[in-house]
């Protein structure tokens, strides 16, 4: 029943446009309760019946209960006089403030079981274009544009839904279909309009295109690639708008605590669940193959509520922010064209404490109050206006094969209205307090996090147990793994290695003595340790360099015989005679070198042309002058030096595995290629670059090799030099028998032919003679004693 207005003022003129920081709110509690989202209907107990005169009692009867006299309505809103009003449940109105669009009660109107309708959104419960209640944390979203007319909606990349006859399914670049990617058909050669309307590809999202419909777009591109800029945009400006913010309102400095501008500043928050979806639905567009078109229209109206919601956070803090802050944001992202927005609904608290802020925002604001309550007008109620989407279920939309998406970018189920934008952006489905976890589910999270408590328990201990084994490694064991499995570098040291040398142990070396002097076991001399750790140190320490570099030399060279040996397949080494021995080192194939019929064969052959460098030991080289790298001259012998070690690498195990661990590597060298190049000094050919390309493969292939067999390989050391090479004289006829073969290059006497430089023991001068008796070498002091002393020990 309609009320007649009660005599009073007459209402106040409109609010007029003034300074944030001038509007305030009042603190004091309303005197009776406010007008929820969903209130319960009031209790009211009828009085008692007077007791009949016909009863037997002989009391007289109670008297009745006053009732209270009802409390004088109030007026709604204050200095605002309201447009128009429709009824709700409950004996609730809402009170249209600033607008003249009259919404009905999602409550009664809408169906139970939310569908996707026609045009893929949601009736009445749509939160991009329905009125929703207000949440002061994302005040901000009653900025969000809505479309200014029916076309806008339907054709406008914005608000618009795909068609899936303007659109044909795209491929990759092998020709396969992407069920996903739709592109124009436009593009895809079928008839198109003769005229197309003007389109900005800048800005696909500016109302200028709002009556461009999808298939006349001039952009050669498919549709998820149209949204990619604007998206990078709109992400970038939002982090801009949240910095100035943040500065902005620092500590709160300079605001005063009755204003509504301090009020916002505390309650409202940034809008990252919108910017997350945002970004995650174009993803699944571009990237994920959506299996039906209607997960295809979901994912697309989930990534146009984000948009809308993200640029409504924009749009919002360029009219909240300071002016100085304000005047940078506008700088940064322009000028934009000022459109409709979606209406906010308030009630109870809020009212008294929003309405006149958001009016001064020109936000369109509806007020929900207690008939009970507020006085209402009875001429302003009207019926409620159709909302702004359809409201038909689409029985293609609603069917779903797979649900590829988030479930909260579907159609709500089982949820009310007011609860639908809590449930999108954040997640719940119903609120905290109503939710009670059932005993089944309890104890699988308690199972869950029993199995997650041990298995953090043991990854501890097994990191302790790793640093306790590896201190010299400052990583876990497991990302070590993943360092040494991903890192090009590593991953060709660690080639083949399935478990971490453990570090903690003691290192497995003997030390040797004179009863170890046993020649009957020959492989004792390829251990990796020369003369065992002791003896090697006392041996660096002796005072003569020469004598000192020719026994570690000369231990090198045997323990690189017996591991370029080591290398050859074992299948081979037997095959030709070379049979295992088992040591406490493990089970290898070291030959006796004193046995002409394992020296004789080609594997061991091989490996002492390698060592020895392809000359004889003689008294002129002093030392067996092996080749070496540095050398800058390619002659015969060189390359043949290449040939043999290239030629006994292909033995191993190993080559097949490491050609298919290494085929995507462009400059290396398959088993096939490298000895079709190393099968005579003649294929090498004279480039000098080329030789050294190909030095640097096969010199990688041997350490490969040696990480395969599992040790380390063996260095080649350079022949050192004595000391009558150090100082050359002119009297070079004096010296030429004591020069070693690389002294010899350097000056100039390097016989063409290797038969030659060979001199007769004749002809050779003694050692006093051609140096004298103050160039000899001085005599080792007592203390220290002679090498063969140290060797007897």
Not at 397 to 418: C, K, M, Q
Not at 569 to 581: D, F, H, K, Q, T
């Amino acid at each position: 029943m309609d009320r007649a207005l009660p005599p009073g003022p007459p209402p106040a003129p409109a609010l007029a446009r003034k300074s944030l920081s001038g509007l305030k709110f009042k603190k004091k509690s309303v005197t009776s309760s406010n007008a929820p989202l969903d209130p319960a209907l009031p209790s009211q107990h009828p009085p008692k019946r007077p007791a009949s005169p016909s009863a037997s009692s002989s009391r007289e009867p109670q008297a009745p209960t006053p009732v209270p006299a009802p409390k004088p309505l109030k007026k709604l809103p204050p200095d605002s006089p309201p447009r128009l009003a429709v009824k709700w449940r409950f004996g609730t109105s809402l009170v249209c403030i600033n607008t003249e669009y009259v919404p009905g009660d999602p409550g009664l109107l809408a169906r139970e079981t939310v569908h996707m309708n026609d045009d893929g959104l949601w009736g009445w419960q749509e939160i991009s274009r329905q009125p929703q209640p207000l949440e002061p944390s994302m005040l901000y979203l009653t900025f969000t544009r809505v479309p200014r007319s029916e076309s806008e909606a339907m054709f406008s990349t914005e608000f618009g839904v795909p068609q899936q006859e303007d659109t044909v399914c795209g491929t990759t670049v092998n020709g396969r279909a992407r069920p996903n990617v739709f592109y124009l058909r436009a593009e895809s050669g079928l008839p198109r309009q003769d005229k197309k309307p003007t389109v900005n590809p800048k800005n696909l999202y500016s109302p200028v295109n709002a009556q461009v419909p999808h298939k006349t777009l001039e952009d050669p591109t498919d549709l998820t690639k149209q949204m990619e800029v604007p998206i990078k945009t709109l992400e970038s400006n939002m982090m801009s708008a949240l910095e100035l913010f943040r500065a902005a309102f620092k500590d709160n400095r300079g605001l005063d605590k009755s204003s509504v501008q301090y009020h916002v500043t505390c309650k409202v928050k940034p809008l990252f669940g919108a910017l997350s979806m945002m970004r995650h639905s174009w993803g699944l567009m571009t990237w994920q193959g959506l299996e039906s078109w209607a997960d295809y229209v979901a994912c697309m109206r989930a990534h146009q509520r984000s948009h809308l919601f993200v640029d409504a956070y924009i749009e919002f803090l360029e009219v909240f922010l300071p002016p100085a802050y304000s005047e940078r944001l506008r700088e940064r992202v322009g000028r934009r064209e000022k459109g409709a927005r979606r209406r906010v609904i308030l009630s109870g608290k809020q009212t008294e404490i929003y309405l006149h802020f958001l009016k001064h925002l020109e936000v369109p604001v509806y007020a929900l109050v207690s008939e009970d309550e507020y006085f209402v007008p009875g001429p302003i109620y009207w019926q409620h206006q159709p909302p702004h989407c359809s409201v038909v279920p689409s029985l293609k939309f609603s069917h779903f094969p797979v649900r590829d998406l988030p479930l909260t970018w579907y159609a709500p189920e089982g949820i009310a209205w007011n609860y639908v934008e809590a449930v999108v952006l954040h997640g719940l489905a119903h609120p905290r307090s109503s939710i009670k976890a059932s005993q089944k589910h309890l104890k699988l999270y308690a199972a869950v996090e029993k199995k997650s408590d041990a298995s953090k328990k043991r990854k501890l201990d097994d990191d302790a147990k790793f640093q306790e084994q590896h201190p010299g490694v400052d990583l876990p064991a497991d990302l070590y793994r993943l360092q040494a499995a991903s890192s090009p570098t590593l991953q060709r040291s660690y080639d083949l290695k399935r478990d971490l040398r453990d570090e903690s142990e003691e290192p497995l070396y003997e030390e040797w003595g004179q009863e170890d002097w046993d020649m009957d076991e020959f492989y004792r001399y390829g251990h990796p340790l020369l003369l065992g750790e002791a003896r090697t140190k006392y041996c660096r320490k002796h005072p003569d360099k020469e004598l000192r570099d020719g026994i570690l030399f000369c231990f090198n060279s045997l323990c690189l015989l017996f591991w370029l040996i080591e290398l050859v397949s074992p299948a081979r080494l037997e095959a030709e005679g070379i049979p295992a021995v088992w040591h406490i080192a493990g089970e290898h194939h070291t030959p006796n070198i004193r046995e002409m019929e394992e020296c004789n064969a080609e594997s061991v052959y091989l490996a002492f042309d390698i060592v020895m460098g392809g000359f004889d030991v003689c008294r002129t080289t002093w030392f067996p002058p092996i080749y070496t790298a540095s050398d800058e001259h390619w002659d015969n012998h060189c390359k043949q030096w290449l040939c043999n070690l290239a030629k006994l690498l292909l033995m191993t195990d190993g080559v097949d595995a490491l050609d298919e661990r290494l085929k995507r590597d462009w400059e290396w060298l398959s088993a096939s290629e490298l000895a079709m190049r190393t099968s005579s000094v003649e294929a090498l050919g004279d480039d000098t670059d080329a030789m050294e390309r190909l030095e640097e493969h096969v010199l990688l292939r041997y350490y490969l090799a040696s990480f395969q067999s599992g040790q380390f390989p063996v260095k080649f050391l350079q022949v050192p030099s004595p000391r009558h090479c150090e100082s050359l004289t002119d009297d070079m006829e004096k010296i030429t028998a004591l020069l070693c073969h690389r002294c010899h290059r350097h000056a100039g006497l390097e016989p063409g032919d290797p038969d030659e430089g060979i001199w007769d023991k004749e002809d050779l001068a003694d050692e006093e003679d051609l140096l004298g008796e103050e160039n000899l070498p001085d005599e080792v002091p007592d203390d220290e004693g002679s090498v063969d002393e140290h060797m007897d020990e």
